[in-house]
Nanobody
């Protein structure tokens, strides 16, 4: 599985960004897709996840109500719509995939990573 993340940038507090993750490979419907982020000097943390073959999105408490994860199976794309951005959302964002049948939130459980995309929220 290969993952390619894009869509990062700089935005003012309260603004919005949409990240995209292009996935390729075999048996993508066996995977749970997730977004993680890593701020300078901090550990990588879970942001949002979704089953490739289903719906059931799930989120970190810090982004619930502001971020939305979605997918387009026809295009093999996973998206992260980020609204009401805060300075503390500043980080490098990564998409990840794990062959799983249940929720996963630990970076160490990720089987495949895309390259990161920088999100900066600042006035």
């Amino acid at each position: 599985v290969q993952l390619q993340a894009s869509g990062g940038g700089s935005v003012q507090p309260g603004g919005s960004l949409r990240l995209s993750c292009a996935a390729s490979g075999r048996n993508l419907n066996w995977y749970v897709m997730a977004w993680f982020r890593q701020a300078p000097g901090k550990e990588r943390q879970f942001v949002a996840g979704i089953w490739w073959s289903g719906v059931n999105p799930y989120y970190a408490d810090s982004v619930k109500g502001r971020f939305t994860i979605s997918k387009d199976n026809a295009k093999n794309m996973v998206y992260l719509e980020m609204n009401s951005l805060k300075p503390e959302d500043t980080a490098v964002y990564y998409c990840g995939a794990r062959m799983a049948s249940d929720y996963y939130t630990r970076p160490s459980e990720t089987n495949y990573w895309g390259q990161g995309t920088q999100v900066t929220v600042s006035s």
